[in-house]
């Protein structure tokens, strides 16, 4: 089959083009984390196009990271990115990240030509870096730089290792800012890992799968270091199956019961405490 596993992503004098939004909130002291596509095809070496320019920086600091970014070429839309917004169901029409901040260029308003300026990206999407569990102040471990190939003036910004880029993914999945289960937002990112995997293992997709974990694959799911990602990856890998919503509603319930037993604590864990996530309290739905 026609997958590019050699491919090593644009050349470096377009990936700092690309960048320049970055730049801008680094220079002006708000951290931040290149991810989505960008961070796919950058760091990962997934040939994937590209699309909006995901950057998660801290939730406090949203709404100054946006002012900044207005300063320039960008400014806010009303209109959300379709593939995360739940089309049928009980939920339909609700989008995957209500704290989010939007922004398109003022050079770039044509929807049929996203690629006018490129690599100049026409659309940003600022998201609050507690969606995927993620810290961009205090965990520099879990990051690498673009730097090299790239000029010393990306320094600032902060890419994800691999493991730290399935961890934030399975994050989201796990425990969804809306505060219920969204098909499209998991839909959306369990292809991000399904990309991460492909292009990491390598496989040769003429060929059935091994009933074993190939060499590689148990090289991934060492790395990982979170508890919830470190299941999620093992039924993706080692079981070759997707990871249902009614599985994940039933191992959080395992889960906080085994931490209240720990504690000393009897009871059983409510629904709603499944998606408590930072300050936010969210409502469970079980489909």
Known sequence: ?????????????????????????????????????????????????????????????????????????YKRTSTPKLNYIEYSGPHAGVYAFPRSIRLLHHDIPDPDDPYKLWPIPQHILLLPQSYYGLDARSEASRFQSLVPPLDSSNAGILVPKYNTFLEGLVEINMNPPTGHWHRMSKATHDIFIGYLTLYRVKPDLDLPEPAELRPVERDILSEIQTEDCAWYMDIRLSKRDSVRMDAIHEYKRQKELRERESNGKDGFANSESLFRKGADTYNHQTT
């Open 1 to 73: 089959m026609g997958v590019i596993y050699d491919w090593t992503g644009d050349p470096p004098k377009q990936q700092h083009a690309r960048l320049v939004a970055l730049r801008q909130l680094t220079a002006n002291g708000i951290p931040c984390i290149l991810w989505g596509e960008d961070a796919l095809s950058f760091v990962h070496s997934v040939p994937t196009q590209l699309f909006d320019q995901q950057i998660l920086v801290p939730d406090e600091l949203l709404e100054a990271a946006a002012t900044i970014l207005e300063e320039g070429k």
